[in-house]
């Protein structure tokens, strides 16, 4: 039962390295997000996609860049990091819109960049 | 615009109290489903429960409860004869499934429950 799995949990970069979070789900979703946590914010939605081969921004997209690789698979690309993307980065994954379905989340991946 | 507001930023309690957290929301769609989710010191994101706008029943699992009342657009969270465990951060959540919003959750900010031995 790995569900929404994130790679990595723990990274650090500095100040203009470029990386890619890697997001997969086995759940047979159509739709998959990216949110980020900073403190006393909640989550926001960075892209998200509502079925393979679509992508759309989200409330802060900025900084960002998205691949629906498949199905399963949905990575975040940061080009040229900044301190500000300092954050915790949550996959999550559903079945598609209009049922009552939740999003489930992965574990998420604690980024900081120097 | 959709939004949703956790006025309680911290609560902390002593093992045993009852609880609530209390969430308001903003929408003018008619078709929409709330959520709560709990994170706890580990960090993931646990769903708790969901509700679409249909459904005003309110609803027990053990000891949590939601009581769900549109006319003031809230969804609040009850936690009876809390316990040690039950300290995380719980977030309140929205979705609208129209146009671009389409799947979407809008979280609140969450609020941080402290529950002492």
């Known amino acids: ?114 | 615009a959709q939004k949703v507001t956790q006025a309680q930023t911290e609560i902390s309690v002593v093992e045993k109290e009852d609880v609530t957290l209390d969430c308001v929301y903003e929408t003018r769609d008619t078709t929409y489903y709330l959520f709560w989710y709990k994170q706890p010191p580990s960090g993931e994101l646990v769903f708790l429960i969901r509700r679409n706008s249909f459904d005003e029943q309110n609803e027990i699992s053990g000891r949590y409860s939601w009581n769900f009342q549109k006319s003031t657009s809230s969804f609040n969270f009850t936690i009876t004869a809390s316990q040690v465990v039950d300290s995380a951060v719980y977030f309140c959540a929205l979705r609208v499934d129209r146009g671009s919003t389409l799947g979407r959750l809008y979280f609140g900010r969450g609020t941080q429950l402290t529950v002492w031995p």
């Open chain 1, 1 to 114: 039962n790995a569900g929404v799995t994130q790679t990595p949990k723990f990274q650090v970069l500095k100040t203009g390295q470029s990386m890619t979070l890697q997001c997969a789900q086995d759940m047979n979703h159509n739709s998959m997000y990216w949110y980020r946590q900073d403190p006393g914010m909640g989550l926001r939605l960075i892209y998200y996609s509502a079925s393979e081969g679509t992508t759309d921004k989200g409330e802060v997209p900025n900084g960002y860049n998205v691949s629906r690789l498949n199905k399963r698979e949905f990575s975040l690309r940061l080009e040229s990091a900044a301190p500000s993307q300092t954050s915790v980065y949550f996959c999550a994954s559903s079945e598609a819109p209009r049922t009552n379905q939740p999003q489930h989340f992965g574990d998420g991946t604690r980024l900081s960049i120097l």
